[in-house]
């Protein structure tokens, strides 16, 4: 299963930048979420990495949604089975990152 993942830090950021995003690469479903930037709390991203299955690929837009810092993204993609994938159309990459 191919899973957009988009966050924002505040409630006043809109996702629908990154929901498009995510959807136009074939993401289904693409689940949203509102993050602080001063917390690694992601509820939802932890919960999708808990039940991931093998084969499954999580997209997201870029880096800087998923982790805070360099030890924080360490972290998240040391956890689950799923390959990461990360659209970032303003640097026009295409990243694909095999997570353990």
């Keep these: 299963m191919i899973i957009g993942d988009a ?8 996702v629908a930048l990154q929901v498009d995003a995510l959807r136009a690469t074939g993401c289904a479903p693409v689940l949203t979420e509102v993050a602080s930037g001063a917390s690694t709390e992601r509820p939802v991203l ?12 999580i997209v997201i837009w870029k880096l800087d949604r998923l982790g805070r810092s360099m030890r924080h993204l360490i ?3 040391g956890v689950g089975s799923v390959k990461l994938k ?3 159309y303003l640097c026009g990459s295409n990243i694909v990152i095999p997570i353990r």
Excluded: F, I, K, Y
């Design 86 to 88: 990360t659209v970032d």
């Design 75 to 77: 972290d998240v993609v």
């Design 46 to 57: 932890t919960h999708l990495l808990a039940d991931d299955r093998a084969g499954d690929v």
């Design 7 to 14: 966050c924002v830090s505040t409630r006043e950021q809109n």
